[in-house]
Every structure is written in C-alpha cells, then in structure tokens.
C-alpha cells in the first residue's frame, strides 16, 4: 500500500520545490522548481488514489494538462523577458518595481 | 521486495531533486529533473498507476522536459555564472522549506481510517466510515475495468465536461505562446 511512505516522499519533494524557488534567481530553475511541486502534488494524489478510487487519476491527469500549458506559456513569456533584458536573471526583472 | 524498490526510487527521487536544486548549469538542473520524473514514474508503478507512469514518462518527462532543453538552448544558457542568492536569503530558505516540511510531515501521517474515527467523535449526519471508506478501491477498479479504462469510465462520463474545458485551456496557451514568443511584442 505504502501510503504513508508515499506522502513523506511527496513532503520532501514539495518542500525541495520550495526551496529550489526560494534559492535561486535563474527564472528557467525556478521555472523547475515549479514542476517538480506539481509533481510532488500529483505523487499525493497517486498515493491517496489507491483507497479512494480513480477520482485522484483524473485529477493528476488535469495536472498534467495545466502543466503542460503553464509549461509552454511561461517559457514564451521568459523568451521574451529575455530578448527584452538579455538576461534571464530575476534580480534584473524590475519593470513592475515603481 | 515492494519497499526495497520503493525506497531505491524514493531515494533516487530526492537525491536527484537536491541535485537539481543545486546545479548551477541549467542544463545538468533540468537533467536531474528528468531523473526525479522517472523514479517518481516508478514509484506510480509500485502504486498500481500504471498508465499515470506511462503519461508521466511521455509528457513530463517527454514533452516538457524537452521544451524546457529546448529553450536553454535557444537562450544560450549553458555557461552562467551561480545565481544562488547570498547566505541571509539561503537561512531564511532553509527556515521556510524546513517548517513546510515539518507541517506536510504531520499531515502525511493520514490515514482514512484515523480520519473517520476522529469524524466520528465530532458527531457529523452522515455516517464516516462510509464517505471515507478504506480500501484497496483502485485495485478493484482496475482489475473490473482494466487499468486504462478505470481512468477512462470516469474521465469520460463524470468528469467529461472539466475535460472539454481543458482542450480550451490548451488551445488558450496555444494562441498565448505563439503571441508572446512572436517577433515583435
């Protein structure tokens, strides 16, 4: 069954993801860092999947789905930050700053 | 022999998200990232998630892991300089990451049978035991409908309109990633 384990694992990813997101500055990282929580999410629904029927299946598959476009519209949107600034830096990224 | 296995790809799971955490080259971070989406993908096996294991390999590890490669290059990344941030904001990382955890920790010691006993002394209508009713549920669904159709009854009847407004949602970041990689923004 191993749910218990599951969901541990799942806290250590989720909070790796946080700390990835807090550390660094380069935005493709933290752009990782971001999957690997919506990964971490999906390992939660995996586990509790197991007792409470196939609803969490479906959920993971929305997941995915979102994730994919959060995917292909955020690295548009650091494509072009970086045509506009030559850097993919987050300390350079000040435009909304005041 | 299940644990044994489990606690390989646990292990591989963490190490290789620390990795890539860490990395200072975008490149290796997101290839370490495809290691942890494939050890996870193995631990979706070990969890009777066969086809979730098998989606898991072809679009994360696939499609997105592949767009974000992609990008480094075309951005020309290979060769930065470290851009983890100084020592004061690694202490306070170190602090929130370690209290999430911590909390997260907490909440994975559920389990639906300790849920229903603390529902049941709240006093609630309905009876716990069977909204939250413990079991093997995914096992049974499998073996009656197959592994891919116990995702598709589900997929395609009770939730068959969150699942058209998905392809909506797809086709938005189609026309938003055209627009904002075009040329001239």
Redesign the interface.
């Known amino acids: 069954m191993l749910l218990g384990p599951s969901l541990g694992l799942s806290a250590i990813l989720f909070s790796l993801g946080v700390a990835g997101v807090l550390l660094r500055r380069n935005a493709l990282v933290v752009f990782m860092c971001i999957e690997l929580m919506l990964n971490a999410v999906n390992l939660t629904f995996v586990a509790l999947a197991q007792l409470h029927g196939a609803s969490g299946y479906i959920m993971v598959f929305f997941v995915m789905t979102v994730a994919a476009a959060e995917a292909a519209v955020g690295l548009a949107i650091i494509l072009a930050m970086f045509r506009h600034r030559q850097s993919v830096d987050l300390q350079n990224i000040n435009l909304l700053h005041g | 022999m ?2 044994a296995v ?2 390989f790809f ?1 292990g591989a ?2 190490l290789s ?2 990795l ?2 860490l990395q200072r080259n ?1 490149v290796n ?2 290839l370490w ?1 495809v290691s ?2 494939f050890s ?1 993908a193995a ?2 096996i ?4 066969q ?2 294991a098998a ?2 390999v072809l ?2 590890a696939g ?2 892991m592949v ?2 490669l992609f ?2 290059m ?2 020309n ?1 290979g060769h ?1 300089a470290s ?3 100084g020592p004061s ?2 202490a ?3 602090v ?3 209290l ?2 911590g909390e ?2 907490v ?6 049978a300790r849920l229903a006993a603390e529902l049941a002394q709240a006093g609630q209508l309905s009876d716990p035991r069977v909204v ?8 049974h ?1 499998a073996q009656v409908n197959g592994v891919v159709g ?2 598709a ?3 395609f009847q ?2 068959l309109v ?1 699942f058209e407004i ?1 392809s909506i ?2 086709l ?3 026309i ?3 627009v ?2 075009k040329r001239k ?1």
Not at chain 2, 46 to 49: E, G, M, Q, R
Not at chain 2, 132 to 139: P, S
């Open positions: 299940t644990n489990f606690w646990a799971a963490v998200a620390s890539c955490i975008p971070a997101a990232l942890t989406m996870l631990i979706y070990l969890l009777d998630a086809f979730i989606i898991q679009v994360y499609a997105v767009l974000f990008v480094i075309l951005l990344l930065a851009d983890i941030r904001t690694i306070a990382t170190v929130i990451a370690g999430l955890a997260l920790f909440l994975a010691r559920y389990t639906p939250f009713a413990a079991g093997d549920i995914a096992r669904e116990a995702i009854a589900p997929l009770t939730y969150p998905t949602l797809l938005v970041a189609i938003g990633a055209v904002l990689a923004v």
